[in-house]
Nanobody, 126 residues
Framework: QVQLVESGGGLVQAGGSLRLSCAVS????????MGWFRQVPGKEREFVAA????????YYADSVKGRFTISRDNAKSTVYLQMNSLKPEDTAVYYC???????????????????WGQGTQVTVSS
């Protein structure tokens, strides 16, 4: 079993920055991967970024490329999402997720992820 606890959401003005954290506990394996998704009411959960735990390879949605950075701290078992140059359209509930058998080509598929955090609200005002 894996537990994920997110933190770091909040209200920020357009152009500002936030850093989300996701603390990971429980059993993980070498092919483990972590993703960040976001969701607004009435829409499907949208892929934001992912990272391979084993080699640190990172992947981004086109909408956030160049503005968001995903990283991991193995010692702290924590994944981060640094969000810069935030826009009102980034407003959503952000979820971290864990895939026990991470396949980079399937990183954007929410159904691939085995565990999910509780979500944290990010609101960007214009």
């Amino acid at each position: 079993q894996v537990q994920l606890v997110e933190s770091g959401g909040g209200l920020v003005q357009a152009g500002g920055s936030l850093r989300l954290s996701c603390a990971v506990s429980g059993r993980t394996f070498g092919s483990f991967g972590m993703g960040w998704f976001r969701q607004v009411p009435g829409k499907e959960r949208e892929f934001v970024a992912a990272i391979s735990w084993s080699d640190g390879s990172t992947y981004y949605a086109d909408s956030v490329k160049g503005r968001f950075t995903i990283s991991r701290d193995n010692a702290k078992s924590t994944v981060y999402l640094q969000m810069n140059s935030l826009k009102p359209e980034d407003t959503a509930v952000y979820y971290c997720a864990a895939d026990q058998t991470f396949i980079p080509g399937l990183r954007a598929r929410a159904s691939r992820y085995d565990y999910w955090g509780q979500g944290t609200q990010v609101t960007v005002s214009s």
